[in-house]
Structure formats: structure tokens, C-alpha cells
């Protein structure tokens, strides 16, 4: 009887959720139409409730040219014909509606029969009347919904909270075309041509990567592909030439991570690439524009199926050694559960200073066996050694604490790092600016997340043992029980609550901050970086987004999941991640990449709309830089069979920058693992030196910062990792490059070739 009454209130509570985002989703529709006779039957007769603030909009802040302002309710509780004449208005106030959604947020009652409820996501993008560009509506109502002959309706309606983004001239300027990089990613024909068991795998790279490979001052951008991969050379004029060929890398396929790092500390940015079903390769930097391969005698070993990497000095032996993380096999291995830890081991590369590496995996513990999206070496306990943080997709991730002795532990669990997700990317930067190194992991935001509840958990359990799958996947509940108890629901909550952020507490662990901070939109999101965009002294994040790009307005999430609840047996198949399944169905397709301005005080908000830069692109890499040294931060973004993008930054910030090239002479030439502070009138920014880290890609080594109205920066703080040594400048003046050298007191301006737009 207890199964019975577990297995009727699983489906209840599905059923109940689902019917409710047919009813919103009619809305929607309707809406977008503005079909208000459509809307209509979707309300009760004896609708009741408070009105949503639709046309009543009180302005509470703008900033560089974006608006913010808040819808207000007046209290008032309208009938039926009162809703809908709210919504003709809204509907009327623009002259064009190109997206609107009200989505199930949260089911807060659904086990009655005479009334249920729920949080109400709502989104709108539309021009209004007179205005050139479009405005952003997003926010939550809650809903109150009453069975009739025809099905749900609603009853009651309230408002929550709803904000409007609008805009003028949007600051950044999508230039991929005109600067010559937005050829077309293609599929690897491997994962067309093969029978693959986890054929998915096909939507996932590629990654993209920025570097200033010829060391002329402007950073330079290479592209993975299926198909062939490409090198383009930043002429410094807003355009770039492919120099893929006349550099030797042609014929690089099924690519999705390559980095440039100065291998050998000459001077010279060497170059190592994924290749997925072939093994890996590194190229020496000739010096002259050319690369040679010399891979046969660098000790890699094949690695297959390595889905990203980074380099970092491990050891601080002035070398940098190199990670690289794996996913699974795919023509063998599907991920066994919502859990996942069989996928192909990580290995770490120990760097000889020769150009040859050794595997020391084993005796370093690095080993990770889950199925790795993301890596990144910070210091976050700030001893001098890079730790490292790996990012899963399918469970958890790992935090490995450096021992300062050629050995890692992990310490997951204790620092509060699990953040279990599916997680894409590894990202760290100091969003606070306390001077410490926080984390930002992306995930999977589902707008199905309400599903993640008892109900659904209780039904998951009681299939795993009806169909026999728990015998096999009894080792990993366990896994999930040392790690975190009896809280199964909030582990399935957490897995579909989206993009994770980290807050560094300074006492070796972290505090998730991710709903407090308004850093988790909706998406399926990939790449992601920290940057000062706007030079006000704070990292903002811009996130890519997108998964399967079929027919608009279809949706293949919510059936997913249910059969990944109610048919486990066929899900050890792989049949649910076979192509063929979802026929012509989206899968979090037609999602628009996120900018999450930082407000300064610990919150974000997203801005994308108004700003210019929430493109709908299929988006998986992105890399930041300052392609054309002007004192701002411009967006590479990297797509899944569509054409790449590059986001140039016109901001009209009218404020000042500083940027910090660093040399490293007993540390690494590229100085990863520095740390350069500074400091103005009291206020402290830090920034780290990383390579390789988001989603397969790499961004720029030149430290950013913003620096506001200030005319300097009061002091310059640099600290190196192998020599210990720090070093100090005051007074250095705002709007230049500047280069540090390790063990000079001589702080170098820099200026390069002129530059032109």
C-alpha cells in the first residue's frame, strides 16, 4: 500500500505540474498573438485577484544608459474581464512582441482537488511603442488555479516582484562577420559516422580561445571545429587574417580545448590540442609565425575524449605543467545516472622543462573520474600553490587542495564545494572584491525545476528498485549519502537550480551565495567569464547558453525528465539520448546568452537585452579580451553549428582602466598563479592569472582593471608563486598597458600599434 500511495503521488504531482504549464504556456501564446479571447479561457469565471502591475511601472534606477524600474501593483482585486483588459493594455503598449513566456517556477499545492497553486516565472522581450530598441519584463507572479470540465484555470493572481531592463544604444556591437571570424562550427563526422551509445555528444563543443600568439600586442583567437579548426591573426584593425595554414595547424579536427602557454620559457606561446578519437597533440612555437608538432616525444599520453584543460605551475618549479579533463567514451559509455563517476580519469602532466612531460596523476590523486566540463587552478587558500576545482556535468564537483608537496586532497565535502549541477564550466574571480578567489560554475537551470520535489525523488527510488537498477546504482546513492545525508531532495533541487556561485570565506571554505546574489538565470549554460566590462571596478559574468536548436516553440525537457524518473531500464539503454528521439523537438534550444552586470554590493542583475549582447547563437565558448587596446573588455563567443560572434565594446563608460602585462623570470614566463592587486582611494581589486578555464577556452593573461573616475591607481600590488617575491608601484597612472617584470623595480608603460576601428 505505501508503494501504491508513493507511485499515485508521484504521477499526481507531475500531472498536476504539467497541466499548469500547458495553462501558462496558453497564455503565453496568447500573448504573443495578443489573442485576449485565447487568454481568456485559460481564467475562471470567478477569477479573483490582486492586478499584476502590468502598466504600472515606477522607474528606480538607471545606470550608464539602462533603466531599471519595478512593476507596482495597486492592490486593487479586478474580475475576470478586469485581468484581461491588464493584459490587452500591456499588449497594446508595444508595437512589436518577440518573446513571451510564463513558465511554473515553483508548485507550492498540488495534493488538493479543489484548488492548486503555484510561483509563475514571467518573461517578456518586446518594442514598445516609439522606441527603437526593445525592453526586457522578468520577474514572478503567483497563481492560484481551480479544476474545471475543461481543465485548469486560473483563479487568483498576484504579484510578486517584476522588473523592466530597457536600454538606449546598446554598448556592445556583434562584429564577428565583418572582422572575418564567424565561419560555421561543424559536427565532428566521427559523431555522425559512428554508432555512438551517448550520441549527444555531438551538441557539445567547442570551447574558444584568445592569446597574443605572435606577441605583438594584440590577442589573437583560435577556434575549435569538427571539422577543421581554426587560427586567426588580430591585424589590429578590427579585422583578422586565418592564418590556420601558414601557421601548420591545419587539418586539426574534432577539436575542443587548444591553449596557448609558454611551454619552455622562451618567450613564445607553444600550443596543446585536443583531438577527441585521435590523441591529443602540442606544437612548439617556432618563433617565426610557424608551430611544429612534437608530440611523439612530449610523453602525452592519448587521452581520449578530453573535453578541456589548463595549465598552471603545480609544483612552482617555473614550469607549467598541464591538466586535462575527460568526459566518457561515447561509442562505449553512457552517464549511468543523474549521478555520474564513470567517466574517462583526468590526468595531470608533470612539465620536465624539456618539453617533455610525465604523468603524475596517481601520485598527485588528481584522478577524477567524473564527467569533466570544466578545470581551473586557483589559490584559494592563498599558501602560493594552485589548487584545482573540476567541473562535472552528470553530479558533483571536485576541489583539490594543493599540499605543497607534489600531492593534492580532496576536500570537497568540508569547503562546500560540491555544487551538484551538471556542471559545464570552472570559472574563478573575486566578485566581491575582498580579495579573495571565489567560483562560478555553470549548470543546467531547467525551466522544469519544480519537478525536483519528494514526489518526484520518492518515484525515482521506488522505479530504481522496481526495475532492478538499483543493484548497480547502489554504490553511487551511497556516495551521495556520505556526502550529504538524508537530503536526497535537496540534492535533485540543487541539480536543477542552475548556475552555482561560490563565495571564498577566507577560512578554507565557501559559502553558496548563487540566490542571494541573483547569479542563476534560466538556461542550459556553457562558457562563462569574469570581467570588468563596464570599468566600474566590478567582475561582472557573461554567460553562453543554448543545447539542441530544432523546431521554435517545441520543448523536449519536461518529457525527458519524466522518463528518466519512470523508465531507468531504458534509460541504461542510452535510447533517450539518442538524436533520433527528438526528432525535430528543441531541447533548451532558442536561448539567449546572459550579461549579469555586478551591482557592487554582492548582487548581479541581467542586463543581456540592454546592453546588446544576449544573443541568440547556440552559444558553448567564450573568451574575453581587449582585442584592440582600448581600455575595455570585448566577448569571443564560440557556437554549435552556427557562425561564431565576437562582441565588440562601444560602452561609453566614461570611466578610466588600467592594464597589467606580467613576465615572470624565476615563476613561469606567463606568470600564471600571479596575483596583482590594486588599490584605489581604499578600495581593493584582485585579479589571478589563469590559463584555461569556463567552458574549453582560455582568456585573456593581460590583467583588467576598472578603475572609475580615479586619475591613478594608488598602488600596484603584485605577489609571484615561486619566488614568494611581491612588488609594489604607487601612483600609476589611469588609461595605459603597463608590464611587470619578476625581480624589476622598473614598471614599463607599453604601447603597441596603433589601433583603428
Known amino acids: 500500500m505505501m508503494v501504491e500511495s508513493m507511485d499515485k503521488q508521484g504521477w499526481r504531482f507531475f500531472n498536476v505540474g504539467k497541466d499548469l504549464t500547458e495553462v501558462l504556456r496558453e497564455v503565453a501564446e496568447g500573448l504573443k498573438a495578443r489573442d485576449m479571447e485565447r487568454i481568456g479561457r485559460q481564467y475562471d469565471p470567478s477569477f479573483r485577484g490582486a492586478r499584476l502591475g502590468l502598466n504600472r511601472l515606477e522607474q528606480v534606477e538607471e545606470r550608464d544608459g539602462v533603466r531599471r524600474f519595478r512593476f507596482r501593483s495597486d492592490g486593487d482585486a479586478p474580475s475576470r474581464d478586469a485581468a484581461l483588459s491588464e493584459w490587452q493594455t500591456y499588449a497594446d503598449s508595444f508595437d512589436e512582441l518577440e518573446e513571451t513566456g510564463l513558465f511554473v517556477h515553483r508548485v507550492e499545492q498540488w495534493d488538493s482537488d479543489t484548488e492548486y497553486a503555484a510561483s509563475v516565472r514571467f518573461e517578456v522581450i518586446g518594442r514598445l511603442k516609439g522606441e527603437s530598441q526593445s525592453v526586457i519584463d522578468r520577474g514572478l507572479f503567483r497563481m492560484r488555479f481551480a479544476p474545471s470540465a475543461d481543465g485548469l484555470r486560473i483563479r487568483s493572481a498576484e504579484l510578486l516582484e517584476v522588473e523592466r531592463f530597457a536600454g538606449g544604444a546598446p554598448p556592445f556591437a556583434e562584429v564577428g562577420a565583418q572582422a572575418g571570424i564567424a565561419f560555421e562550427n561543424r559536427y565532428y563526422p566521427d559523431f555522425l559516422n559512428k554508432e555512438l551509445k551517448f550520441a549527444m555528444i555531438r551538441y557539445g563543443p567547442a570551447g574558444i580561445t584568445v592569446a597574443d600568439v605572435d606577441n605583438d600586442g594584440f590577442y589573437d583567437i583560435f577556434i575549435p571545429d569538427g571539422v577543421e579548426s581554426k587560427l586567426f591573426r588580430n591585424r589590429g584593425d578590427g579585422t583578422f587574417e586565418d592564418v590556420t595554414a601558414k601557421s601548420g595547424l591545419s587539418g586539426l579536427d574534432g577539436v575542443s580545448v587548444g591553449l596557448f602557454a609558454d611551454i619552455d620559457n622562451d618567450g613564445h606561446k607553444d600550443f596543446f590540442v585536443t583531438r577527441t578519437f585521435r590523441p591529443n597533440q602540442i606544437f612548439r612555437n617556432n618563433g617565426d609565425g610557424t608551430f611544429t608538432d612534437v608530440t611523439a616525444k612530449s610523453g602525452l599520453h592519448e587521452d581520449c575524449c578530453t573535453t578541456v584543460a589548463s595549465f598552471a605551475d603545480y609544483d612552482n618549479d617555473g614550469y607549467l605543467d598541464l591538466y586535462v579533463g575527460r568526459y566518457l567514451d561515447p561509442r562505449t559509455d553512457i552517464p549511468t545516472t543523474f549521478y555520474a563517476r564513470n567517466g574517462e580519469p583526468s590526468q595531470l602532466y608533470r612539465n620536465n622543462g624539456d618539453f617533455t612531460f610525465t604523468n603524475v596523476t596517481e601520485k598527485a590523486g588528481v584522478g577524477e573520474m567524473g564527467l569533466c566540463l570544466g578545470t581551473v587552478f586557483g589559490d584559494y587558500n592563498e599558501d602560493g600553490y594552485p589548487d584545482l576545482y573540476v567541473v562535472n556535468d552528470f553530479g558533483r564537483n571536485t576541489l583539490y ?145 543554448g543545447w539542441v536548436y530544432n523546431d521554435k516553440g517545441t520543448e523536449i525537457e519536461l518529457n525527458f525528465l519524466n522518463n528518466v524518473v519512470s523508465r531507468q531500464d531504458e534509460y541504461k539503454t542510452g535510447a533517450f539520448f539518442d538524436p533520433a528521439n527528438f526528432g525535430s523537438t528543441s531541447w533548451h534550444g532558442w536561448e539567449r546568452n546572459r550579461y549579469l552586470r555586478n551591482n557592487g554590493d554582492g548582487t548581479f542583475s541581467e542586463i543581456g537585452r540592454a546592453v546588446g549582447a544576449d544573443t541568440l547563437l547556440n552559444s558553448r565558448g567564450v573568451a574575453v579580451a581587449d582585442f584592440w587596446n582600448r581600455g575595455v573588455l570585448d566577448i569571443a563567443v564560440a557556437a554549435s553549428t552556427d557562425k561564431h560572434a565576437l562582441f565588440r565594446n562601444d560602452g561609453k563608460w566614461n570611466r578610466n582602466w588600467l592594464q597589467v602585462e606580467l613576465v615572470g623570470t624565476k615563476s613561469n614566463r606567463d606568470a600564471v598563479g600571479a596575483r596583482v592587486y590594486t588599490r584605489v582611494d581604499g578600495k581593493l581589486q584582485m585579479r589571478e592569472v589563469v590559463l584555461g578555464d569556463g567552458y574549453g577556452s582560455q582568456n585573456t593573461l593581460r590583467q583588467h582593471f576598472g578603475i572609475g573616475a580615479a586619475a591613478a591607481v594608488d598602488e600596484i600590488e603584485v605577489r609571484w608563486p615561486r619566488s614568494g617575491e611581491t612588488q609594489k608601484f604607487t601612483n600609476v597612472s589611469a588609461n595605459q598597458i603597463v608590464r611587470i617584470t619578476e625581480g624589476s623595480d622598473r614598471l614599463e608603460p607599453v604601447r603597441y600599434g596603433e589601433t583603428r576601428r
Do not use: C, H
Request: zero cysteines; aromatic letters at 16%.
Open 401 to 545: 587542495r594543493n599540499n605543497k608537496n607534489g600531492t593534492f586532497t580532496d576536500v570537497t565535502t568540508p569547503s562546500g564545494t560540491l555544487a551538484y549541477g551538471a556542471g559545464m564550466n570552472a570559472t574563478m574571480g573575486d566578485y566581491d572584491n575582498d580579495g579573495r578567489i571565489d567560483i562560478y560554475v555553470t549548470n543546467i537551470r531547467s525551466e522544469e525545476a519544480w519537478f525536483a520535489e519528494w514526489p518526484t525523488v520518492g518515484r525515482y527510488m521506488l522505479n530504481s528498485m522496481r526495475q532492478g537498477v538499483w543493484t548497480t546504482d547502489m554504490p553511487l546513492y551511497m556516495e551521495v549519502f556520505r556526502q550529504s545525508g538524508f537530503e536526497f531532495v535537496e540534492v535533485f533541487q540543487q541539480m536543477a537550480s542552475g548556475n552555482t556561485l561560490l563565495r571564498n570565506k577566507g577560512d578554507g571554505t565557501f559559502e553558496d551565495t548563487t540566490w542571494k546574489a541573483s547569479a542563476n538565470p534560466i538556461g542550459w549554460f556553457w562558457g562563462a567569464s569574469f570581467a570588468d566590462f563596464d570599468n566600474d571596478g566590478w567582475q561582472d559574468i557573461y554567460a553562453a547558453n
